[in-house]
C-alpha cells in the first residue's frame, strides 16, 4: 500500500477550507473506480494552523486515474491557495498497519 502525507500551515476562513475537504472526500467516495481503494483523511492540528492530509490508496492505476480527474485538479489547486504555495508532500510505503480504522 501506497500513501502520501501532505502538510501546511493555514489560519484562513474556516468555510471554504472545509468546503473544499468535504468536496473532495465526497468525490472520492462516489468515484467507483477509487470508492474503497483510496481513502484520504484531513487533520487539524491543537495549533488550529497545521492542517495535514493523509492518502493512502492500493495501486498506482488507482492514483492514476484519481490524478486524472477534475475533482482532483480542483482540490490540489486549492490546497495549494490554502498553502500559500506548495504544501509539503512526502509520498511513502505502508509498513505497518493496526487493524481498525
Known sequence: MRGITISYKYSGDEAPWQSAMA???????????VAGKFTYQVAIADDKETRVHWGRWDKAETL??????????????????????????????????????
Open 23 to 33: 468536496v473532495f472526500i465526497t468525490a472520492i467516495n462516489n468515484d467507483p473506480v
Open 64 to 101: 492514476a486515474h484519481l490524478q486524472a480527474q477534475g475533482y482532483f485538479k480542483t482540490f490540489a489547486g486549492q490546497v495549494r491557495g490554502f498553502a500559500g504555495g506548495a504544501p509539503s508532500a512526502k509520498p511513502h510505503d505502508i509498513a505497518f498497519k493496526s487493524s481498525g480504522w
